[in-house]
């Protein structure tokens, strides 16, 4: 499963965020455009039976 979040306003250079959940884990990846580009930042292999925020903080 894959979802998006498209910012209204940035915060510092993040526009849009996806998470991706497979079988090895949950994936966050960060863009600096809304656009179909390659993302900047990555937060790989989450285990998903433990508890998971993602904070962003401007």
């Known amino acids: 499963m894959r979802m998006y979040a498209l910012l209204k306003e940035s915060v ?3 526009r849009k965020v996806m998470v991706y959940e497979s079988e090895n884990g949950v994936y966050v990846f960060l863009y ?3 656009e179909d ?3 900047f930042a ?3 292999g989450y285990d998903p039976a433990a508890s998971f ?3 962003l903080d401007s």
Do not use: H, I, M, R
């Open 37 to 39: 580009k390659s993302g």
């Open 12 to 14: 510092d250079t993040v």
């Open 32 to 34: 600096d455009t809304q």
């Open 42 to 44: 990555e937060v790989a």
């Open 53 to 55: 925020t993602l904070w």
